[in-house]
């Protein structure tokens, strides 16, 4: 798959849960169908009836999806750099991910690790290009 035919394939896969839930709106089933997805957010956020249309959420998903894809790589790469910059932070981050790492890895949260959470949050702060 490459970029091109990626999105196209996305939208050919989605077209039809699409088209299922727009007609259960306008049947007024919707709520007894209710879903906490992207499909509904985007229906939802739809204020003009002429945005209510299978080409308009598909293509408001793909741009999601499409826009996401690059905020971890950016910010990971973004973290990085300051890490080279600032090689003090480097010890500190690192005793405190073993210090939790050492009991069970997945038991945690964010607020399990208040250091690496503020300098990830810098990061993105000093790198505008990830909001």
């Not at 989605?14 to 992207?38: A, G, Q, V, W």
């Not at 999806?65 to 790589?73: G, V």
């Not at 607020?111 to 503020?118: A, G, I, K, M, V």
Request: with cysteine; aromatic share 10%; charged share 30%.
């Amino acid at each position: 798959m490459n970029l091109t035919s990626g999105p196209r394939q996305f939208r050919a896969f989605l077209r039809p849960y699409i088209h299922k839930r727009l007609k259960e709106l306008e049947s007024l089933e919707r709520e007894s169908t209710l879903r906490d997805d992207c499909i509904d957010w985007i229906i939802e956020l739809s204020a003009k009836v002429n945005q209510r249309h299978e080409t308009y959420v598909l293509n408001s998903i793909v741009g999601l999806m499409l826009a996401s894809f690059f905020q971890m790589p950016m910010l990971i790469t973004f973290a990085l750099h300051s890490l080279c910059k600032h090689p003090e932070y480097i010890k500190p981050l690192r005793e405190e991910v073993e210090k939790m790492t050492e009991k069970d890895v997945y038991a945690h949260d964010k607020e399990s690790f208040p250091r690496l959470d503020s300098f990830l949050k810098e990061t993105a702060r000093l790198n505008p290009l990830l909001t």
